[in-house]
């Protein structure tokens, strides 16, 4: 088997859409495919985001706003 291919969601808060659209991808495409989702310039998680996934069953309470730098250097598709 070979390893999932590794996306990068970007958008400047990373506090919504990119959040929204790593969980998605993650709990849709497990194992084939891993997102990750971070900001330029990161807010907070936007409660709203957390909300309007969990009632679709997918919980990204858990996710962090992290600055791009933070996936530097790291190999991604």
Do not use: W
Not at 9 to 28: E, K, T, W
């Amino acid at each position: 088997m070979s390893d999932p291919v590794q996306v990068l969601f970007l958008c400047p808060g990373n506090s919504c859409r990119s959040q929204m659209a790593d969980g998605i991808v993650n709990h849709d495409f497990s194992g084939k495919i891993t997102a990750v989702s971070a900001g330029t310039e990161p807010h907070v998680l936007n409660p709203r985001a957390v909300q309007v996934m969990h009632e679709i069953g997918i919980d990204i309470s858990r996710n962090s706003s992290d600055h791009l730098s933070r996936y530097e250097g790291q190999a991604l598709d």
